[in-house]
């Protein structure tokens, strides 16, 4: 019998092994990748419902703003829309005179707080 013609078909046990270790590896590197992406896009579609939010309620009170600058504070306090996706939150309207010197001069500012723990996103708007 000839050894050289002789020739080995298939996987050995021990390659066999290096490859499955090797799948499972990427397996569960692609699985973590997946879960970063899926709560990193959660949190920037709710950060982006709160930004929408509070650019409306500024440009909403904006028009209030009054020369010469008083402080304002709405009456009813504004609220999130029911349907907004937010959970957790609240919103302030604060309408103020940032300089003395400057009586000319508003600042409009909105401040969205949502989810848990709380996250914040704030507007603000100089008004003459």
Do not use: W
């Not at 304002?72 to 306090?77: I, M, R």
């Not at 300089?99 to 001069?105: F, K, Q």
């Amino acid at each position: 019998m000839n050894l050289a013609r002789i020739q080995q078909s298939g996987f050995s046990a021990v390659e066999l092994l290096i490859t499955l270790f090797i799948a499972v590896a990427f397996i569960a590197t692609g699985y973590q990748l997946y879960s970063i992406i899926i709560n990193d896009g959660g949190e920037v579609r709710a950060r982006a419902r709160a930004s929408n939010i509070a650019y409306d309620h500024l440009r909403r009170y904006s028009p209030q703003a009054t020369d010469p600058c008083s402080i304002f504070t709405p009456t009813p306090a504004p609220a999130i829309p029911a349907n907004s996706g937010l959970s957790n939150a609240d919103i302030t309207v604060t309408i103020s005179c940032p300089y003395t010197t400057a009586l000319n001069l508003t600042k409009v500012q909105v401040r969205v707080r949502y989810g848990s723990p709380q996250k914040e996103v704030n507007h603000a708007i100089f008004v003459n």
